[in-house]
């Protein structure tokens, strides 16, 4: 329903005047009919509502929009299947959304589980966890570098001005997913970790492993979760 940009307006006015801290959107650029690729996050294997042909807004269209009629509330990506994406185009477009709505932009990541969609993409599916990783990477170096420079094994430029640049000079970048690796990954390079609905509380323990092992200060992860179920619990 919130594809309809009346009743997307009133729901983050009213979380915003409510006090909610941020509101959260996801990604997926198609769907391909009768995808085989499991979800995860269902004991079916099939996303929620069980249809392919469902409407889903680019989150960072969908997020400009909302931006324009408020003021406080942050805007989150739950999640961007990063992999998917050119990092220093999606490196411009979260910048240029962050400066021009005062720094309200979280920046939630994942590496996806739709091997279908990546070959309508035209993406490679396997490595897709290494080139994340270097993705943040070089998105860090264009939002906090003077002078932006990164070479590695998917991204490589130099000198590379990359304007605007955040409202703080960066973003919050959020790792997203129900798996070790993810948690990992969150705990290794993220400023937060953002589990799946009912996530167990090993994988929160290994993303703050991660962070101590990699030199982090673990109590600095910020950890994202939905609400339960039964809001009671």
């Given at each position: 329903?919130?594809?309809?940009?009346?009743?997307?307006?009133?729901?983050?006015?009213?979380?915003?005047?409510?006090?909610?801290?941020?509101?959260?959107?996801?990604?997926?650029?198609?769907?391909?009919?009768?995808?085989?690729?499991?979800?995860?996050?269902?004991?079916?294997?099939?996303?929620?509502?069980?249809?392919?042909?469902?409407?889903?807004?680019?989150?960072?269209?969908?997020?400009?929009?909302?931006a324009s009629a408020t003021t406080k509330?942050?805007?989150?990506?739950?999640?961007?299947?990063?992999?998917?994406?050119?990092?220093?185009?999606?490196?411009?477009?979260?910048?240029?959304?962050?400066?021009?709505?005062?720094g309200r932009v979280i920046f939630g990541?994942?590496?996806?589980?739709?091997?279908?969609?990546?070959?309508?993409?035209?993406?490679?599916?396997?490595?897709?966890?290494?080139?994340?990783?270097?993705?943040?990477?070089?998105?860090?170096?264009?939002?906090?570098?003077?002078?932006?420079?990164?070479?590695?094994?998917?991204?490589?430029?130099?000198?590379?001005?990359?304007?605007?640049?955040?409202?703080?000079?960066?973003?919050?970048?959020?790792?997203?997913?129900?798996?070790?690796?993810?948690?990992?990954?969150?705990?290794?390079?993220?400023?937060?970790?953002?589990?799946?609905?009912?996530?167990?509380?090993?994988?929160?323990?290994?993303?703050?492993?991660?962070?101590?092992?990699?030199?982090?200060?673990?109590?600095?992860?910020?950890?994202?979760?939905?609400?339960?179920?039964?809001?009671?619990?």
């Open positions: 329903p919130y594809v309809d940009p009346k009743i997307a307006i009133e729901l983050v006015q009213a979380g915003e005047e409510a006090g909610f801290d941020s509101a959260w959107t996801v990604e997926h650029t198609v769907v391909p009919a009768g995808y085989a690729s499991p979800y995860p996050y269902s004991d079916s294997g099939k996303m929620a509502g069980g249809v392919d042909d469902f409407a889903l807004p680019d989150p960072l269209i969908w997020m400009a929009y909302v509330i942050k805007l989150a990506t739950g999640i961007v299947i990063l992999p998917q994406h050119n990092p220093v185009i999606v490196a411009k477009q979260v910048a240029s959304l962050d400066h021009l709505c005062s990541i994942g590496v996806g589980w739709l091997k279908e969609e990546f070959a309508a993409l035209g993406v490679p599916f396997a490595g897709r966890g290494r080139r994340a990783e270097e993705y943040v990477h070089a998105i860090r170096a264009l939002w906090e570098q003077d002078k932006p420079s990164y070479h590695g094994e998917f991204v490589n430029f130099e000198d590379a001005y990359c304007r605007p640049q955040p409202f703080g000079k960066s973003v919050p970048i959020i790792v997203g997913g129900h798996s070790l690796a993810a948690a990992e990954r969150a705990g290794r390079l993220a400023d937060g970790y953002f589990p799946a609905r009912e996530a167990p509380a090993e994988m929160i323990d290994a993303a703050r492993r991660s962070a101590e092992q990699h030199g982090r200060d673990p109590n600095s992860l910020e950890i994202t979760v939905s609400m339960p179920d039964d809001p009671k619990l």
